[in-house]
């Protein structure tokens, strides 16, 4: 099986992409990192790629008078890596409609939720404020929504009667560093079928990360 390329973009801490790197030098997914793309030039996930040897592409959202032309940088980026698989890991900004058609069952986002629950920013507050007894993480397809392509593998994470924010997210964020690689994995080895809303996991050899639930 050819080895795909993946693109991973990132606006902060980069701990999700840390874990695909680490996932892929384990030899867990078969594909390499082209690189990782930034819109905040200050963001440690720079020095995460740097140290792993990962091409650096800074396309800072400061820099653009306007959304289009960052779009369009941001495009020419993505063109030029020509990767399998972009995958946004804490990239914080809604993609543009032009880059989401353009590049089409291409794009994969991780979100600190069971969507459709408590889409956007602060899910984990969200999930507080609410009251739910689970939360957990979700890898989708990326549309032209916010947080509502087709849902690709879900884990769930118990909601501690003592929890704050910050201690909710660094259990959910535990589970993210061991779905997105796998979601990863399904998808360089051809193994996702999108129907409609649906994700379709193909038959392969198994790896299920603790109480991650894949989605018929």
């Known amino acids: 099986m050819p080895v795909k390329r993946i693109a ?23 594909a390499s990192c082209c690189g990782l793309i930034t819109d905040n030039p ?13 091409p650096v592409y800074i396309v800072d959202y400061a820099a653009y008078p306007t959304k289009e ?24 900004r809604i993609l543009g409609s032009g880059i989401v058609k353009q590049f089409h069952g291409r794009l ?16 984990q507050r969200q999930a507080l404020g609410y009251g ?10 990326v549309d032209e929504g916010m947080d ?9 994470v118990p909601v501690e009667e003592e929890d704050e924010e910050e201690t909710l997210s660094a ?16 998808f360089c080895e051809d193994r996702l079928m ?7 996991i193909l038959p392969g050899r198994t790896a299920s990360p603790g109480n991650t639930r894949h989605t018929p």
């Open 8 to 30: 991973v973009l990132a606006s902060g801490r980069g701990s999700n992409f840390q874990a695909v790197i680490d996932a892929i030098d384990r030899r867990e997914i078969p």
């Open 42 to 54: 200050g963001a440690y996930s720079i020095e995460r790629a740097e140290k792993a040897g990962v």
């Open 69 to 92: 032309a960052y779009e369009q940088a941001l495009c020419r980026v993505m063109e030029e890596l020509s990767a399998d698989l972009y995958i946004l890991a804490g990239y914080m």
């Open 108 to 123: 994969m986002n991780i979100h600190p939720a069971l969507l459709p629950g408590f889409p956007g920013l602060h899910a």
């Open 132 to 141: 739910v007894k689970v939360s957990g993480c979700t890898v989708h397809f």
């Open 148 to 156: 509502s392509g087709p849902v690709i593998v879900q884990a769930c």
């Open 171 to 186: 259990r959910i964020l535990a589970m993210e560093h061991r779905c997105l690689p796998e979601a990863i994995r399904l």
């Open 194 to 200: 999108v129907e409609g809303r649906r994700v379709r």
